[in-house]
């Protein structure tokens, strides 16, 4: 496709539940970005990606949140144990190269926990 | 990892009017300064941006203003139109590390 793409766009959980988020970014845009963004707030980076490789994953709060990019293309999100406070939208965003300029966003994966 | 403060939080204008939204970062590192629109329930898009060896850019009625020396930067919309309404981004990009966003700018212009 021409954009980022999410999925799912919307995802309600139970507390305690295993979720996984899905992006497929632009065609050859080698880095990948996970942001993610509350209510009123601005995003909030999670980890990037140059390649298959996590080159910059310290914005990950806590052990449950892993993600992966085994071919350098699709990239999951992965987070275990969800807590309500994991709430919020998800968003993916991929660039030609990293630090050379736009980021491209997907449209975001709504994460609901109740 | 870099601070990144934006103000004001809310804004509101009328149609025609000036707005300016301004950002200050901590580290003299960072190279890259873009600004993003992103309406209600949409992705965040890119509007402007800037680099660190330029002072000021312009596209249209939107501008962008860069003081390294102070470490801020600001976003200049002019003849504002209620289409501009929307939550605005900066953002700052540390030499190596990803885009750090700013809390962003609820921007509401009226006719």
């Known amino acids: 496709g021409a954009g980022v793409s999410q999925t799912p766009s919307n995802k309600v959980t139970e507390k305690g539940k295993y979720v996984e988020l899905r992006c497929d970014p632009i065609s050859g845009h080698t880095a990948l970005y996970w942001y993610r963004q509350s209510l009123g707030q601005g995003p909030e980076f999670l980890i990037y990606?140059?390649?298959?490789?996590?080159?910059?994953d310290s914005g990950l709060p806590n052990d449950r949140f892993f993600a992966v990019r085994p071919e350098g293309s699709v990239s999951t999100l992965k987070i275990q144990r969800t807590e309500r406070g994991d709430s919020a939208v998800y968003l993916c965003?991929?660039?030609?190269?990293?630090?050379?300029?736009?980021?491209?966003f997907g449209e975001g994966s709504r994460l609901t926990v109740l | 990892g870099e601070n990144v403060e934006q103000h004001p939080s809310t804004l509101s204008v009328q149609e025609g009017d000036s707005a300016v939204i301004k950002c200050t970062y901590s580290?003299?590192?960072?190279?890259?300064f873009p600004w993003y629109k992103q309406e209600l329930g949409k992705r965040p898009q890119l509007i402007i941006d800037?680099?660190?060896?330029?002072g000021e850019k312009k596209d249209q009625r939107i501008a962008v203003t860069l003081n390294k020396t102070a470490k801020h930067f600001s976003l200049h919309i002019t003849e504002t139109q209620p289409e501009d309404s929307a939550v605005y981004f900066c953002?700052?990009?540390?030499?190596?590390?990803?885009?750090?966003f700013g809390k962003g700018t609820s921007l509401l212009v009226t006719p």
């Open positions: 953002a700052v990009l540390p030499e190596g590390y990803a885009l750090n």
């Open positions: 580290d003299s590192a960072s190279n890259y």
């Open positions: 965003a991929s660039s030609y190269l990293q630090g050379t300029g736009e980021l491209f």
């Open positions: 800037i680099r660190s060896n330029v």
């Open positions: 990606f140059q390649g298959t490789g996590a080159a910059d």
